[in-house]
């Protein structure tokens, strides 16, 4: 089998979906028990770790830029037989994330403490963000090269081996944890810095392991020698196209991280038992939205090579047929938890007041989380399709008009308090779900492929709809 075959059999829903599953399910439940060793820690902890976390996602999004773009470039490249060209974007984005990744861990050694300041923490919740942001910030070059070394190997179909190597991760940094939120084998008790320590050195090792696996099934060269003899122009368009979908992409994210900021910042002034009942619930939703946003990735690598290969009709009914079963397993699973919900929160934490409120907040999640489901599927195949401008400005308006606006009116104006900033993040959901069915069905992302032809040759027919569209 050679290796066009290889990666086509690597292509399919299920034969994606599972490894992407399995692999989101270990972050989050391995981030879980982050939280469960920081709780009996102190809750002011799990609030300033959870509050500095967004920070860190904010990061990451501009990692995204580029790990992103490259994976749908890579995959179009792929699906058009252009293998080449696809190692080329494939360095280009390893090398750029590099450095970009490098000056931004500079920037956060330096501002992290005056950043922080902008948010109205306790003073508590404030010292423990610092701690843990300054360290994971400094690092933050080594979470831009997994980001990107894992984006490379999920658009070759090789989602494997990004789930083993954050198995084996995870695991490390939860035993690095227990060493120094206990004090195990007489080491000192370092709370918010051990874990922070914990979790760099896990992802050292991790990104080690990835560079490995890389190197073997997908040959790359990593000199800088082999940078420079890259064709100028095939290195122009290929970052021309990165930052087409990436930036737009990772656009929509950022804008998304900074308004959860903001409405953070809304919630704070409820008190701290509010904030932290909000990083605990958003932390058992992401176990609700778990099918939704593995069958998101798989639907946008399949999309991005049947683009590729000029498939349009079957790139369209993979969409649907992905979004049905992930809006029906998302429902299920929100049932569940809002179900047992109270139980699971008093795994965590004795108070009363978040155990009670958090429920409610379950409750109301079974109408957020099939709206959140569409939005995601659909809105990663139009990203897949190349079709990124569209979510953006779509996500721009309704996140910040819907989510932040409501979140302000119905929490802090007409005194709902978090319930309804949750009843503000459903409608934001939906609102958006519904706006990218609209955009799917009208299959005006058919047009906005970077890659259209299986030997990579567009018509000029084409090539004039592209520039007007």
Same mark, same amino acid.
């Given at each position: 089998?050679?290796r066009?075959q290889a990666i086509?059999?690597r =292509?399919?829903f299920?034969a994606l979906? *599972?490894p992407?599953?399995i692999?989101?399910?270990?972050r989050m439940?391995?981030?879980?028990?982050?939280?469960?060793?920081?709780?009996?820690?102190?809750?002011?902890?799990v609030?300033g770790v959870g509050?500095?976390?967004?920070y860190?996602?904010i990061?990451?999004l501009?990692f995204?830029?580029?790990s992103?773009g490259?994976?749908?470039?890579?995959? !179009?490249?792929?699906?058009a037989k252009?293998?080449?060209?696809a190692?080329y974007a494939?360095?280009?984005a390893?090398?750029?994330?590099?450095?970009?990744g490098i000056l =931004?861990?500079?920037?956060?050694?330096?501002?992290?403490?005056k950043?922080?300041?902008?948010?109205?923490f306790?003073a508590?919740v404030? !010292?423990?963000?610092? !701690?843990y942001?300054v360290?994971?910030?400094s690092?933050?070059?080594?979470?831009? &090269?997994?980001?990107?070394?894992?984006?490379?190997?999920r658009?070759?179909g090789l989602? $494997?081996?990004?789930?083993?190597?954050?198995?084996g991760?995870n695991? &490390?940094?939860i035993?690095?944890?227990a060493?120094?939120i206990y %004090?195990?084998?007489?080491?000192?008790?370092?709370g918010? @810095?051990?874990?922070?320590?914990?979790t760099?050195?896990?992802q050292?090792? %991790? +990104? &080690?392991?990835? #560079?490995?696996?890389? $190197?073997r099934?997908? /040959?790359?060269?990593?000199?800088?020698?082999e940078l420079i003899?890259?064709?100028?122009k095939e +290195?122009i368009d290929?970052?021309?196209?990165?930052?087409k979908?990436?930036g737009p992409s990772a656009?929509?994210?950022?804008?998304?991280?900074i308004?959860q900021?903001?409405?953070?910042s809304i919630?704070?002034?409820m008190?701290a038992y509010? +904030?932290t009942? @909000?990083?605990y619930?958003?932390?058992l939703m992401?176990y609700?939205?778990l099918f939704g946003?593995a069958a998101?990735?798989?639907t946008?690598?399949i999309?991005?090579h049947?683009?590729?290969?000029?498939?349009k009709?079957?790139?369209?009914?993979?969409c649907?047929r992905?979004?049905?079963?992930?809006?029906m397993?998302?429902?299920?699973?929100?049932?569940?938890f809002?179900?047992? %919900? $109270?139980?699971? &929160?008093?795994?965590?934490?004795?108070?009363?007041n978040i155990i009670?409120?958090?429920g409610?907040?379950?409750l109301i999640?079974i109408v957020?989380?099939?709206g @959140?489901? #569409?939005?995601?599927?659909?809105?990663?195949?139009?990203? /897949?399709s190349?079709?990124?401008?569209?979510t953006?400005?779509?996500?721009?308006?309704?996140m *910040?008009?819907?989510?932040?606006?409501?979140s302000y009116?119905?929490g802090?104006?007409? /005194?709902?308090?978090?319930?309804?900033? *949750?009843?503000?993040?459903?409608?934001?959901? *939906?609102?958006r779900?519904?706006?990218?069915?609209r955009?799917w069905?009208? @299959?005006a992302w058919e $047009?906005k492929?970077i =890659?259209?032809?299986?030997?990579?040759?567009?018509?000029? !027919?084409e090539e004039?709809?592209?520039i007007?569209?």
């Open positions: 089998m050679d066009e086509n059999k =292509i399919s299920f979906i *599972w992407i599953l692999e989101t399910f270990l439940f391995f981030g879980t028990i982050d939280t469960f060793m920081l709780s009996g820690y102190s809750d002011f902890a609030a509050a500095a976390n967004q860190v996602y990061l990451i501009l995204q830029i580029v992103g490259a994976g749908i470039v890579i995959s !179009q490249y792929l699906g252009n293998v080449k060209k190692s494939a360095l280009s390893i090398m750029f994330n590099f450095l970009l =931004i861990s500079g920037a956060m050694f330096a501002f992290s403490a950043i922080l300041k902008l948010m109205n306790e508590e404030y !010292q423990y963000s610092k !701690q942001l360290l994971i910030g690092f933050s070059f080594i979470q831009a &090269l997994s980001m990107t070394v894992s984006a490379i190997l658009s070759h989602v $494997k081996y990004p789930m083993f190597v954050n198995m991760s695991i &490390l940094n035993i690095g944890n060493v120094f %004090g195990l084998f007489g080491m000192p008790v370092l918010v @810095r051990g874990v922070a320590i914990s760099i050195l896990s050292v090792t %991790g +990104l &080690l392991v990835m #560079f490995i696996v890389l $190197k099934n997908v /040959g790359l060269d990593f000199s800088v020698g003899k890259m064709p100028k +290195l290929i970052f021309k196209n990165i930052f979908i990436g656009g929509e994210t950022l804008s998304y991280n308004s900021i903001v409405v953070t919630i704070s002034t008190g509010v +904030l009942t @909000r990083f619930v958003y932390n992401s609700i939205m946003l998101a990735q798989a946008q690598i999309i991005g049947l683009i590729g290969a000029g498939k009709d079957e790139a369209y009914k993979a649907i992905s979004l049905k079963l992930s809006a397993v998302s429902f299920c699973v929100a049932i569940v809002a179900l047992f %919900g $109270k139980n699971i &929160l008093g795994i965590f934490t004795d108070d009363l009670n409120l958090g409610v907040l379950l999640t957020l989380e099939p @959140r489901t #569409f939005n995601l599927v659909i809105g990663h195949a139009l990203k /897949g190349g079709d990124a401008k569209y953006m400005f779509m996500g721009l308006m309704s *910040w008009l819907v989510m932040v606006l409501m009116v119905l802090i104006k007409l /005194g709902l308090g978090l319930v309804g900033v *949750w009843i503000a993040y459903a409608a934001d959901e *939906w609102l779900g519904i706006i990218m069915l955009r069905n009208s @299959r $047009k492929a =890659i259209m032809k299986k030997d990579n040759v567009v018509t000029e !027919q004039l709809l592209q007007l569209n």
